[in-house]
């Protein structure tokens, strides 16, 4: 079995250090290095004895984009592979990362499986996007159309997040009912919040009632 190269770059230690780990745990593949910025990024692909085959880069390094690291990195590195992984959901993220060579495209709430899956085919060759991420790609594919959303400038899974609030489910039923993390749901419950100017969770419930969420 060839060994695939893997280096993680994202400025959260506790994410970039988890990933590794879990990464590393795995038949086939090996951690090459980790990075908490571009320049890191780039001094640790340089330095890398053996070429690094997979790059799994967040879009928010700090003061950095991950969308500009991975446009020079793979024009520095055209074997080099890129996976996405990010909380990001909306099609620009997607579209700006794929133009600037990313090979795939995940989000973190992926679980351990789907990232194994998704860097072996990547390794490979192959171009993969998350779940939803691929849905929303397929309907604009078949034409389909997506219902009109109550609100507009919330994520696909911001508005899911919203919906089971106004079911009445706390943070941690979220958690479960969509397989992520205690900390992506508060972060999403805080992105609602600040997109819809609502003081708290109680306003956000009442506004997402008037809508018609929380219901069937």
Known sequence: MTTIRVVVVDDHPMFRLGMAAMLGSLDGIEVAGQADSAEAAFAV??????????????????????VETTRELVRQHPDLRVLVVTMLEDDDSVVA??????????????????????????????????????????????????????FPSLTERE????????????NTSISRRLVLSPKTVRNHVSNVLTKLAVPDRSAAIVRAREAGLGVG
Not at 45 to 60: E, N, S, W, Y
């Open 45 to 66: 692909v340089d330095a890398a004895v053996d070429p690094v085959d997979v790059v799994l880069m967040d879009l928010h390094l700090g003061a950095d984009s991950g």
């Open 159 to 170: 508005l899911e997040v919203l919906d089971l609030l106004a079911r009445g489910l706390d």
């Open 97 to 150: 990362s794929v133009r600037a060579g990313a090979r795939g495209y995940l989000l973190k709430g992926a679980t351990p499986a789907e990232v194994e899956r998704a860097v072996r085919a990547v390794a490979n060759g192959e171009v993969i996007l998350g779940p939803a991420i691929a849905a929303r790609a397929l309907a604009q594919l078949t034409g389909a159309r997506p219902s009109v959303s109550p």
